[in-house]
């Protein structure tokens, strides 16, 4: 298990850009695979984009591909989110979460934070 906490959640319009950031707690950071998720109101959790323990594979939703960056530094413990022409409907609370392999169900990933809110105007 590893603690982690969101940041960088907030209200912008639409067109405009965010980068969420997740930090961990404890030293084994560097060997999970880390995820974005998001959820809706009334609406399950989506997989948003997932990264590799390295940072040298990532796979994204094809609702965000080519507007979000996921990328890490593991000297930091950090992971990010970098969002770009954001739209109404990518309002959510985003999630990060940590697991042992490259995948997109929530189930897969067994830690998580305790989520950021994204709010894109019109």
């Known amino acids: 298990q590893v603690q982690l906490v969101e940041s960088g959640g907030g209200l912008v319009q639409a067109g405009g850009s965010l980068r969420l950031s997740c930090a961990a707690a404890?030293?084994?950071?560097?060997?999970?695979?880390m995820g974005w998720f998001r959820q809706a109101p009334g609406k399950e959790r989506e997989f948003v984009a997932v990264?590799?323990?390295?940072?040298?594979?990532?796979h994204y939703a094809d609702s965000v591909k080519g507007r979000f960056t996921i990328s890490r530094d593991n000297a930091k413990n950090t992971v990010y989110l970098l969002m770009n022409s954001l739209k109404p409907e990518d309002t959510a609370v985003y999630y990060c979460?940590?697991?042992?392999?490259?995948?997109?169900?929530?189930?897969?990933?067994?830690?998580w934070g305790q989520g950021t809110q994204v709010t894109v105007s019109s």
């Open positions: 979460a940590a697991g042992s392999f490259l995948r997109i169900r929530p189930a897969d990933f067994g830690s």
């Open positions: 404890g030293s084994t950071f560097s060997t999970y695979a």
């Open positions: 990264i590799s323990w390295s940072g040298g594979s990532t």
